[in-house]
Nanobody, 124 residues
Framework: QVQLVESGGGLVQAGGSLRLSCAASGRTLNNDAMGWFRQAPGKEREIVAAINRSGGNTYYADSVKGRFTISRDNAKNTVFLQMNSLKPEDTAVYYC?????????????????WGQGTQVTVSS
């Protein structure tokens, strides 16, 4: 059973930075796509960023391009999301996820393991 534990969320002022981490256990993720998603109150869940198994390919939602960076450390079974220049509209619960049957995917239906989420709140 795969367990994903996110950390690094919190309250930050607009323009600030946070770094989210997601540590996985129960499975070696070297061959799996990994992604970060978010869900704001009253809104549907959306993909924020995704990364392929080697870290060589990445995807970003238009709303975060140039501000967020996804990376992974396969030796530590961990994926990161560096968030800079944060805006109030980035406020949401952020989830990491693993797509165990895909080397790379940006479709949320392909992700089969999910973390419990970490709250990110950006004040104006």
């Amino acid at each position: 059973q795969v367990q994903l534990v996110e950390s690094g969320g919190g309250l930050v002022q607009a323009g600030g930075s946070l770094r989210l981490s997601c540590a996985a256990s129960g499975r070696t993720l070297n061959n799996d796509a990994m992604g970060w998603f978010r869900q704001a109150p009253g809104k549907e869940r959306e993909i924020v960023a995704a990364i392929n198994r080697s870290g060589g390919n990445t995807y970003y939602a238009d709303s975060v391009k140039g501000r967020f960076t996804i990376s992974r450390d396969n030796a530590k079974n961990t994926v990161f999301l560096q968030m800079n220049s944060l805006k109030p509209e980035d406020t949401a619960v952020y989830y990491c996820a693993v797509a165990s049957k895909f080397y790379y995917t940006v479709s949320d239906v392909d992700y089969d393991y999910w973390g419990q989420g970490t709250q990110v709140t950006v004040s104006s």
